[in-house]
């Protein structure tokens, strides 16, 4: 059996986050889900996975139930396989982030960077005066990562705060283009660098995972494979499995 895989998140105002918790642990558990989702007051951000007709049905009521009651009508979605289950149990956690940055000045909701599709990242990056930043970890892009990227060489994405104030200039880096692996670290870091000064920031809509279901291997700038947190460890092209190579 092959399972299917859902990658999601939405940064939308939750007030009511801590009522969602066991109404969509009710409804994970209904459908035989595992993988793990984070609520909190800025959105949501999960990966789950089960059957097609399962996955299907839990990402229609996160769009159209009564849960959420239209809010998450901006969904950031990814499917993709595995031929195993990759996720041991089902985890929902209650957080002060979806996803951990640490500061107050990072708000999507309010604003975020200009988002590039897959289809137009070659051209971006290409382009003369264009700074090229991995927001990931550091054994993340060991794994893989675009031709000319600079690699921040943090541990974690907190970090990224840090290598901004050592390493960049809104007066000289004027045009900045930012990558992660499905998009959700991009909008804190944008909303981050605008906050900071810098006039013109971009980010890969949908991240790594996006561009590798989009663009041709022939025609791609990504090098070696995408690290996901779960047991299929990597993604290539297509967003097929590759196990890597630590």
Same mark, same amino acid.
């Given at each position: 059996?092959?399972?299917?895989?859902?990658?999601?998140?939405?940064?939308?105002?939750?007030?009511?986050?801590?009522?969602?918790?066991?109404?969509?642990?009710?409804?994970?558990?209904?459908?035989?889900?595992?993988?793990?989702?984070?609520? %909190?007051?800025?959105?949501?951000?999960?990966?789950?996975?089960?059957?097609?007709?399962?996955?299907?049905? @839990?990402? *229609?009521?996160?769009?159209? /139930?009564? $849960?959420?009651?239209?809010?998450? #009508?901006?969904?950031?979605?990814?499917?993709? *396989? %595995?031929?195993?289950?990759?996720?041991?149990?089902?985890?929902?956690? $209650?957080?002060?982030?979806?996803?951990?940055?640490?500061?107050?000045?990072? #708000?999507?909701?309010?604003?975020?960077? !200009?988002?590039?599709?897959?289809?137009?990242?070659?051209?971006?990056?290409?382009?003369?005066?264009?700074?090229?930043? #991995?927001?990931?970890? %550091?054994?993340?892009? *060991? !794994? /893989?990562?675009?031709?000319?990227? !600079?690699?921040?060489?943090?541990?974690?994405?907190?970090? @990224?705060?840090?290598?901004? *104030?050592?390493?960049?200039?809104?007066?000289?880096?004027?045009?900045?283009?930012?990558?992660?692996?499905? /998009?959700?670290?991009?909008?804190?870091?944008?909303?981050?660098?605008?906050?900071?000064?810098?006039?013109?920031?971009?980010?890969?809509?949908?991240?790594?995972?996006?561009?590798?279901?989009?663009?041709?291997?022939?025609?791609?700038?990504?090098?070696?494979?995408?690290?996901?947190?779960?047991?299929?460890?990597?993604?290539?092209?297509?967003?097929?499995?590759?196990?890597?190579?630590?």
């Amino acid at each position: 059996m092959a399972y299917k895989v859902a990658a999601f998140y939405q940064f939308a105002p939750l007030p009511d986050f801590r009522d969602l918790h066991q109404p969509l642990r009710t409804l994970c558990g209904d459908l035989a889900l595992r993988g793990s989702v984070l609520l %909190a007051h800025e959105g949501i951000n999960g990966t789950l996975a089960g059957s097609a007709v399962a996955t299907d049905e @839990f990402v *229609a009521t996160l769009r159209h /139930g009564d $849960l959420f009651r239209g809010r998450l #009508d901006h969904l950031e979605l990814k499917f993709s *396989a %595995a031929l195993a289950m990759p996720f041991g149990r089902l985890k929902i956690r $209650l957080k002060k982030e979806i996803v951990t940055f640490g500061d107050a000045a990072a #708000d999507p909701t309010r604003q975020v960077g !200009i988002y590039v599709e897959p289809k137009d990242w070659n051209d971006l990056i290409a382009s003369p005066g264009t700074v090229l930043i #991995d927001t990931r970890n %550091a054994f993340e892009v *060991a !794994i /893989g990562t675009f031709e000319g990227a !600079i690699d921040p060489a943090i541990a974690s994405f907190g970090q @990224f705060k840090e290598f901004t *104030a050592r390493h960049l200039d809104p007066a000289r880096d004027r045009k900045i283009a930012m990558f992660c692996t499905g /998009g959700i670290r991009c909008e804190k870091a944008s909303s981050y660098l605008l906050s900071r000064g810098f006039a013109e920031v971009y980010h890969l809509k949908g991240g790594i995972l996006n561009y590798l279901e989009q663009v041709a291997e022939a025609e791609s700038r990504w090098r070696g494979e995408c690290f996901v947190f779960d047991e299929r460890v990597a993604l290539g092209h297509g967003l097929r499995e590759r196990p890597a190579e630590y």
